[in-house]
């Protein structure tokens, strides 16, 4: 069978004919197969909802109990059969719950990775490399100036700052999924076991990923009243991005404002965010570990799905590998 007859790019997203469903469609459907939860991904509305459990549970606490009609949970690599197409969940590195979606039908087998990274997390499972006749991979970081600094390094900066300005409030902006909980877990690993303070936005997630068994340590809310300024000096402060434009970041004593992201590595960014201390730290693959995973896999063929689809598609021609960018629209970067 040709690939393009398993899946292909329409208006709503990633669509398999045979098996009639979606892969992370960006405007409800009928049947969606959903890699992860983050909101470019995971959106509410759809009829049926297949995915990990973990995803589920986070579409659930993010949407509300009625955000499909029905819901089916489906374990990392159990098989199960979707109008005649093979279907199959792997782990894809990017944050708790979040999958690779294996389809086959007729001996063509698709991998639609989703978000992925192939760094340690102890937040969430490791990527596993599936063998395939095309890959589609998505390609956020997919320029060769990107590579990004080891993890430990990046939390080492900010533990060092905490020495130097202890008078200050260390006020970090990480997004609600998975790269809050993964700073915090980081943190604990480098030694700092001070109480942590989260915004109110986090708060849920949090205790999601703590009722998964993973271990953020002493959690606390950051609220305080107009007279508690000093209560939060030298210490660690995490809120969603958005709370930086608002009252909230500016209630703190003298706070120095840092930004954990990936696209940290471009200075203009963080300087345009008001950013002092940038960490590196990307819930996606930077350049090298996209070109190693394609290696490491060896698709017949590869389609890119969103970010810098041109130099991927590129690198792969010029590796002999056929390659086409999918162009498709609807998802950012809101995991990093």
């Known amino acids: 069978m040709k690939p393009d007859a398993l899946l292909y790019p329409a208006p709503k997203g990633l669509y398999c004919e045979i098996g009639d469903f979606y892969i992370d469609p960006v405007q409800p459907v009928d049947r969606a197969l959903i890699t992860h939860g983050h909101s470019d991904h995971a959106r509410a509305g759809h009829g049926q909802v297949l995915a990990t459990r973990e995803t589920l549970d986070i579409m659930r606490i993010r949407y509300g109990e009625g955000f499909c009609g029905t819901s089916q ?67 956020t970081f997919g320029l060769p100036v990107f590579h990004h600094p080891d993890d430990r390094a990046e939390m080492q900066k900010l533990l060092t700052s905490l020495k130097q300005f202890p008078e200050r409030t260390h006020v970090v902006g990480a997004y609600a999924l998975g790269k809050a909980q993964r700073v915090i877990a980081l943190l ?26 993973i271990d953020l340590g002493e959690i606390r809310p950051a609220t305080l ?61 930077d350049w090298p570990e996209l070109t190693q995973t394609i290696r490491e896999i060896g698709p017949a063929q590869v389609w890119v799905t969103h970010g810098r689809e041109e130099a991927l598609v590129r690198w792969c021609e010029l590796e002999g590998i056929a390659a086409r960018p999918l162009h498709l629209v609807g998802y950012d970067d809101e995991g990093e």
């Open 188 to 213: 604990r690993e480098q030694g700092y076991d001070e109480p942590i303070y989260i915004h109110g936005a986090l708060q849920k997630l949090c205790d999601y990923y703590r009722s998964e068994g």
């Open 225 to 285: 009243a107009a007279d508690d300024k000093q209560d939060f000096a030298g210490t660690v402060v995490i809120g969603p991005p958005a709370a930086f434009a608002d009252r909230w970041a500016r209630r703190f004593v003298d706070p120095l404002a840092i930004f954990a992201s990936g696209w940290m590595m471009i200075r203009q960014r963080a300087k345009q965010r008001g950013v002092e201390l940038p960490l590196v730290i990307s819930d996606h693959c």
């Open 73 to 139: 949970a489906v374990a990392l690599g159990e098989t199960i059969i979707v109008n005649g197409v093979e279907v199959r969940f792997h782990p894809a590195g990017h944050v708790l719950g979040s999958a690779q979606i294996s389809v086959m039908a007729k001996g063509t087998r698709i991998v639609v990775s989703g978000d992925y990274k192939r760094r340690r997390d102890p937040t969430c499972l490791a990527f596993e490399p599936v063998p395939c006749d095309v890959f589609i991979t998505e390609a």
